[in-house]
């Protein structure tokens, strides 16, 4: 199949893109011209079980045929079962965490319902969320304004009120913002991944967790790119050992199809009141049958342990080549920190050479492989990352600035 796809009938909110994929089969994408690429970025963590996979697409046809939407008027059998999966993931895989979980369309989706649940919680006149600079929560008004990132801000200005940033992993900071009579929840990422895979020091989400208990505010987590495996654990926070009151989740929950999900504690979740949220699609049958499939395919394999022994593997491979400064994240998701600012010219050497990975600041290059990706799939990665990096690395600026935790786990 080869040929120029028409895209003017499309908004142009993305660049125009190098290239367009017709289809996927694991690692594996192919473009209009038939060209094979190793997929090392997921669709953005999405694709956790690589394209295609035979167990999803199969539920999804399943109840594509059978039942695909009823509207939340009424119930359906596939919804509950996920939230229970859910639940028990949350609490470590074993056993029930005793939350509850809103099912949305997207992450952007459910960090609104943590916002609006935080509200609710904390009841009138204390309505602020307090998230970090470089945080990335979504792009509706809401999360766009928790989004640490100013930059993204002024065109949408003025923003909905009660949003308040401290710097990444600075408990002083959080400290000092965190008045209880005016502040509802303390909104983070575990891992900063839109920010250049940007790991904490050892100690903050503990801290954070404390401050929390200590003042009566929620601790609300998004794990939307950390979560379901990707860090070596199900959720990126049970590395800390802590509990957060809110978990928010979404790309690889459906493994490519549209599901999000917002986790409370139940005493949390109890805030809410029948009409006090709602989604016309989420938690719908179709979408829910995907999740369960790719839950189930993640317990099967154990997809957290596959993560840390493949991060491990793509770690020591990363650390050998030239250019390589240093390794941020945990598991499959890496931060590649460079000596120089290419980073993009970097990923287009590696697109050119069948490699799909991203630059999410200019010297850092993001990876992100399917949790299923093989031993001979990363070793291929790394010797096309080795070369693009060669083809780059000669004529690049220098980096102005040292990376920030290249050594973080």
């Not at 504690?265 to 995907?290: C, I, K, M, N």
Request: glycine share 12%.
């Amino acid at each position: 199949m080869s040929g120029v796809v028409d895209r003017s009938a499309l908004m142009h909110t993305y660049a125009e893109p190098p290239v367009t994929f017709v289809r996927g089969a694991g690692s594996y994408l192919w473009d209009t011209d038939g060209r094979r690429y190793l997929d090392f970025l997921s669709g953005l963590a999405v694709t956790a079980l690589g394209h295609a996979h035979r167990a999803v697409a199969e539920a999804v046809a399943e109840q594509a045929r059978t039942l695909v939407h009823v509207s939340n008027l009424f119930g359906n059998v596939v919804g509950p079962e996920v939230a229970a999966t859910l639940d028990r993931l949350v609490g470590g895989g074993e056993s029930r965490a005793g939350g509850q979980v809103f099912f949305t369309n997207s992450g952007a989706e459910a960090n609104e319902c943590a916002l609006k649940l935080a509200r609710k919680w904390a009841g009138p006149g204390r309505h602020v969320v307090v998230s970090t600079w470089g945080a990335f929560h979504g792009r509706t008004l809401a999360t766009l304004h928790a989004t640490g990132q100013a930059e993204k801000h002024g065109p949408f200005a003025p923003l909905p009120e009660g949003f308040e940033h401290v710097e990444y992993d600075d408990l002083a900071a959080l400290d000092e913002l965190c008045d209880p009579t005016r502040v509802a929840a303390v909104l983070v990422e575990p891992i900063q991944g839109e920010s250049g895979v940007i790991a904490p020091s050892s100690d903050y989400l503990g801290g954070v967790r404390e401050l929390c208990t200590e003042r009566g505010i929620l601790l609300m987590v998004d794990e939307i790119q950390t979560g379901l495996g990707r860090t070596g654990r199900w959720f990126a926070f049970q590395h800390a050992g802590i509990e957060p009151d809110v978990v928010t989740m979404a790309k690889a929950l459906g493994n490519g199809v549209p599901i999000g999900a917002c986790w409370a504690r139940s005493e949390v979740a109890a805030a809410f009141s029948p009409g006090d949220h709602g989604s016309t699609f989420g938690g719908q049958p179709l979408a829910a049958a995907a999740a369960r499939a790719t839950l189930a395919v993640m317990e099967a394999e154990d997809v957290p342990a596959r993560a840390g022994r493949a991060g491990a593997r793509l770690r020591a491979g990363l650390e050998g080549l030239d250019g390589v400064t240093g390794i941020r994240g945990a598991g499959l998701l890496l931060g590649v920190a460079l000596d120089h600012e290419g980073a993009k010219d970097v990923v287009a050497a590696a697109l050119a050479r069948g490699l799909v990975v991203n630059a999410p600041r200019p010297d850092t290059i993001r990876l992100a492989p399917s949790l299923l990706v093989s031993d001979e799939e990363l070793e291929e990665g790394l010797a096309i990352l080795s070369a693009a990096l060669a083809d780059v690395g000669a004529t690049a600026p220098r980096s102005a600035t040292a990376p920030r935790s290249a050594t973080a786990s």
